[in-house]
Antibody
Framework: QIQLVQSGPELKKPGESVKISCKAS????????MHWVKQAPGKGLKWMGW????????TYADDFKGRFVFSLEASASTANLQISNLKNEDTATYFC???????????WGQGVMVTVSS | NIVLTQSPATLSVTPGESVSLSCRAS??????IHWYQQKSNESPRLLIK???QSISGIPSRFSGSGSGTDFTLSINRVESEDFSIYYC?????????FGSGTKLEIK
């Protein structure tokens, strides 16, 4: 069956970096785009961007340009999100989600809680 | 960027009532709108794709309609398990966006 399994919760200090993984199984990894979605505590869903799993090209939403990097380990069917110079406002749950290109998100990871606190 | 405006922010209903949730786009997006349900501490779940296309495994009481800028998610006879938050999302542009959500609560 199709699954997106994300890495575990993270507790970081401001200024540190974090790398979150999303391991896909049950389908051909490069046939679908992988997206990242942020949900701050008690807030709505915010689309961060996506990565073309065939070419490796990332696209970032305006609010996520600069400190955020999407990458792939295609041989391991894994997508990664790295956030550098963490700020308190990065405290959130981060989801990966699969889509056909320019389509809906039909599978989601379980989410990773990242807490940034001094 | 395409802005999606959902209304109302909160909808209080009694189980058994039928409801309509609205999502309005800041520009025409054809039928490139999708609807999700999110229960507390869970990942979102796709309910409807491309405005009105049903999803396997989703109860038939959920339906969608609309095109252009105005879209509606309808729930026929709300059940207790339906009380959660609903989001719309557009895939018309290369920069996707979500609406701010509608919370469906028990009256």
């Amino acid at each position: 069956q199709i699954q997106l399994v994300q890495s575990g919760p993270e507790l970081k200090k401001p200024g540190e970096s974090v790398k979150i993984s999303c391991k896909a199984s049950g389908y051909t990894f490069t046939d679908y785009a992988m997206h990242w979605v942020k949900q701050a505590p008690g807030k709505g869903l915010k689309w961060m961007g996506w990565i073309n799993t065939y070419t490796g090209k990332p696209t970032y939403a305006d609010d996520f340009k600069g400190r955020f990097v999407f990458s792939l380990e295609a041989s391991a069917s894994t997508a990664n999100l790295q956030i550098s110079n963490l700020k308190n406002e990065d405290t959130a749950t981060y989801f990966c989600a699969r889509s056909h290109y320019y389509s809906s998100f039909n599978y989601w990871g379980q989410g990773v809680m990242v807490t940034v606190s001094s | 960027n395409i802005v999606l405006t959902q209304s109302p922010a909160t909808l209080s209903v009694t189980p058994g009532e039928s409801v309509s949730l609205s999502c309005r786009a800041s520009q025409s997006i054809s039928t490139s709108i999708h609807w999700y349900q999110q229960k507390s501490n869970e990942s979102p779940r796709l309910l409807i794709k491309y405005a009105s296309q049903s999803i396997s495994g989703i109860p038939s009481r959920f339906s969608g309609s609309g095109s252009g800028t105005d879209f509606t998610l309808s729930i026929n006879r709300v059940e207790s398990e339906d009380f959660s938050i609903y989001y719309c999302q557009q895939s018309y542009s290369s920069l996707f966006t979500f609406g701010s959500g509608t919370k469906l609560e028990i009256k």
